[in-house]
């Protein structure tokens, strides 16, 4: 009998309340809201108070997912996190994770791909299921991207917010996730990175998000919709079959070209970032959380996930719901 990884519980959670790109402006940000809001389709973004971790929120996200799919935290065999703001070097935000939930014993890592983050933890997580080897797993993306911007870089710190989006995954008989596809270009490191090291107990270099906004621009979208064909390939089906796409959100712009260049209609993709900015590894669950929860995307319906981001990394999962 085929074993497949079946999504039985979405949850997320956004910290305090909206912060509009006006209110940038009122922080002394040298910026409009017709700027943001016609590059990039950002209206508003969560920002987390001094104090809260990605593993905090991560548990916030993690427990409404576990009460979606009935499973109790304990019968856990694998709780992946993507995150590239941890709380800590270590231990893993996984790991704090599993503590703060109260399971023992499960396998517990984290997963450094930036926004493509969430979509390699998920690819693994159904890898390891499918395998037979684990039977029930968490995977959050969750992230406090406030904590690495450089609020006197206009070109960046107007695009990201905070907050966390998790799933459980759970061995069926049912598909279940029908491919994955993973991807990254390591010459392409310098054009959307945070240099800095850790060295002597302090950071040295420079610790904040850099990015060359044009390059990661045309990137992105190459290969979101690079990626989106070759994940809806693996599994027999052309992009008309799905459902929903949901891609990263880092842009509106990047997301209606993807869209386009699929030969999908707007109403198939999902769009949260003009509400949550982009929300790197935490973008993506956040937005299947807010669709599956609002009765767009239903039972048996074909999902496509995709992320881009720093590494440069990239990659899609498709799944029936
Ligand atoms: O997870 C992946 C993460 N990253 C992305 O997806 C980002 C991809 N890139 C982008 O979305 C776009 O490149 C940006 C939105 C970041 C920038 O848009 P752009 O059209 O590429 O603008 P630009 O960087 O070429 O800057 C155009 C102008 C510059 O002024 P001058 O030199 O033309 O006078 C900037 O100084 O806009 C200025 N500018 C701003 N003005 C007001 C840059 N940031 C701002 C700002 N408010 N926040």
């Keep these: 009998m085929t074993i497949y990884s079946r999504i039985t519980g979405v949850g997320s959670f956004l910290p305090g309340k909206p912060v509009s790109n006006d209110d940038l402006v009122a922080r002394g940000i040298e910026t409009s809201d017709e700027w943001i809001t016609s590059r990039t389709g950002i209206r508003f973004r969560h920002l987390s108070e001094a104090g809260l971790t990605s593993s905090q929120m991560a548990r916030e996200a993690a427990l409404k ?3 979606m799919a009935d499973v109790a935290a304990a019968e856990l065999d694998l709780i992946i996190v993507a995150t590239s703001t941890p709380d800590y070097i270590f231990p893993s935000t996984a790991c704090l994770l599993q503590g703060a939930l109260g399971n023992k014993g499960a396998a517990a890592f984290d ?4 926004c493509s983050g ?3 933890a998920l690819a693994i997580a159904d890898k390891f299921i499918r395998s037979g080897s684990h039977n029930k797993a968490l995977v959050v993306g969750a992230e406090v991207f406030s904590r690495i911007l450089d609020w006197q870089d206009r070109g960046t710190c107007v695009l990201f917010g905070d907050g966390a989006g998790a799933v459980v995954l759970e061995a069926s008989a049912q598909p279940g996730i029908l491919a994955t596809a993973l991807h990254a270009d390591g010459s392409q490191a310098s054009i959307l990175s945070v240099p800095g ?3 002597g ?3 040295s270099g420079d610790p904040f998000l850099r990015m060359e906004g ?3 621009f045309k990137a992105a979208v190459r290969v979101l919709v690079d990626v989106a ?3 809806c390939a693996a599994a027999g089906m052309s992009p008309a079959d799905l459902d929903w796409l949901i891609p990263h959100q880092a842009n509106i712009r990047i997301i209606e070209a993807t869209g386009k260049k699929m030969g999908l209609p707007k109403d198939k993709v999902v769009v949260t970032v003009d509400r949550h ?4 590894a935490a973008s993506v669950p956040l937005a299947l959380d807010e669709a599956v929860r609002d009765g767009r995307i239903q039972r048996g319906q074909r999902v496509l996930l995709e992320g881009v981001g720093g590494g440069f990394t990239w990659g899609a999962v498709l799944f029936e719901f």
């Design 65 to 67: 997912a576990l009460e």
């Design 201 to 203: 107990g302090q950071v």
């Design 277 to 280: 900015g982009n929300t790197s």
């Design 214 to 216: 044009q390059a990661v």
């Design 118 to 120: 969430f979509v390699h």
């Design 229 to 231: 064909r070759e994940c």
């Design 197 to 199: 090291q850790i060295s």
């Design 111 to 114: 997963v450094q791909a930036v």
